[in-house]
């Protein structure tokens, strides 16, 4: 029981000591053409710079990461996410975002993870009707537990324009910040929790019955 109050305290403790901001991009003074853009992580989590995939062109735009050439090729989209250090875990919450396309970008975005192969969307971004800023916070609750290198892509979904028509290859996508009644609020950025990993808890429960049987 003394053992186990003692691993339930371990936990507890890791889980309050690293909860909130998981990965943060500041989009502030970008011009929108650069290739990418550092990403600032928590204990025991290495973020993945936010980068723009080959297919597609940056184009400038202040404060974001801005791109023409959605044409739903393989290389077309943004990237970012994190790795957890061995023996840690990451529960997510929620994804603070704001994106924007153009009248002739792409008027649906899907958010997208490695876990499933980058498969299926797990949420999506309308962008009608283009040249307006959508702000979001997306629920990522049912992403816990995960461990390794960890990816998120925005793709494009279908072939309509956020202003009704035809995606162009001149159109543009932004994303940037979260922002809130026309505010900056805060950063693009994941949070949740960093947890032990359910392998590094039986490592310590098995040391600690050995250590509780030489003691007896």
């Known amino acids: 029981m003394k053992f186990c109050a003692a691993v339930c305290g371990v936990v507890a403790v890791a889980s309050a000591a690293n909860a909130g901001v998981i990965t943060s991009y500041n989009l ?9 853009v550092a990403g600032t992580g928590t204990t025991n989590v290495t973020a993945a710079s936010l980068t723009r995939g080959a297919g597609l062109t940056g184009v400038g735009a202040a404060n974001s990461m ?4 959605w044409t739903q ?7 970012f996410g994190f790795t957890v250090d061995s023996g840690f875990a990451v529960n997510l919450d929620k994804l603070y975002i704001g994106t924007r396309s153009s009248a002739q970008g792409p008027g ?33 609750s049912g992403l816990s537990g995960l461990t390794g290198s ?7 979904i ?11 290859s001149g159109g543009t996508f932004r994303v940037t910040a979260y922002f809130e009644n026309g505010a900056f609020n805060r950063d693009l950025q994941l949070t949740g929790e960093v947890v ?21």
């Open 28 to 36: 502030t003074g970008q011009p929108g053409t650069q290739a990418s």
């Open 66 to 69: 801005n791109a023409s050439g």
């Open 73 to 79: 090729g393989a290389d077309d989209f943004f990237s």
């Open 108 to 140: 649906t975005m899907g958010l997208f993870y490695s876990g499933d192969g980058f498969a299926t969307a797990l949420t999506t971004f309308n962008q009608a009707p283009g040249g307006n800023f959508v702000n979001a916070i997306i629920d990522l």
């Open 150 to 156: 960890v990816e998120f892509r925005l793709m494009q």
């Open 158 to 168: 279908g072939t309509v324009a956020a202003n009704g028509g035809s995606t162009s």
């Open 196 to 216: 032990p990993a359910p392998s590094a808890l039986a490592l310590l429960g098995l040391g600690g019955l050995v250590a509780a049987r030489r003691r007896r």
